[in-house]
């Protein structure tokens, strides 16, 4: 029972991304599709029109694997030994720094939202308590 949620909460995150895109087509709008799809997501949770329970699971079961992700983008710049030749220091310090800073802004980020969530159940129980020895 809980792949299937899982499953049907990525369907929903890949929903908002194909939005997204189509959004991005028909506008011609210089920002990829998939940033805004992002931002339709955190509007639609900000107004709560998208509860976060919906997308928990599959969000935190696509952030397990978050850590490949990073691998193709290493290896694709090795395939092309030619851009090294030039500038290859320089694009490598690049690819590396910009990797790790994307690494650590995600890990930041995903804490952050733990730790709201966290707050969030710590509230839910305390006022459950509250109302029950009232």
Avoid at 49 to 57: A, F, G, N
Avoid at 121 to 127: H, N
Wanted: some cysteine; glycine content about 6%; overall charge positive.
């Amino acid at each position: 029972m809980k792949v299937i949620r899982i499953i049907l909460q990525i369907i929903i995150l890949f929903a908002f991304s194909f939005i997204g895109g189509a959004i991005q087509q028909l506008c011609h709008l210089p920002i990829p599709g998939s940033i805004i799809g992002l931002i339709l997501l955190i509007i639609c949770l900000s107004v709560k029109i998208i509860p976060v329970k919906m997308i928990e699971d599959g969000a935190g079961f696509l952030l397990s694997f978050l850590p490949l992700l990073f691998i193709p983008a290493m290896t694709g710049v090795i395939n092309y030994p030619s851009l090294f030749s030039a500038s290859g220091a320089a694009l490598f310090l690049i690819v590396v720094l910009s990797t790790l800073v994307t690494m650590i802004a995600a890990g930041y980020a995903s804490q952050l939202l733990e730790h709201k969530a966290n707050q969030r159940k710590e509230k839910k129980k305390c006022s459950k308590h509250v109302s029950q020895s009232l």
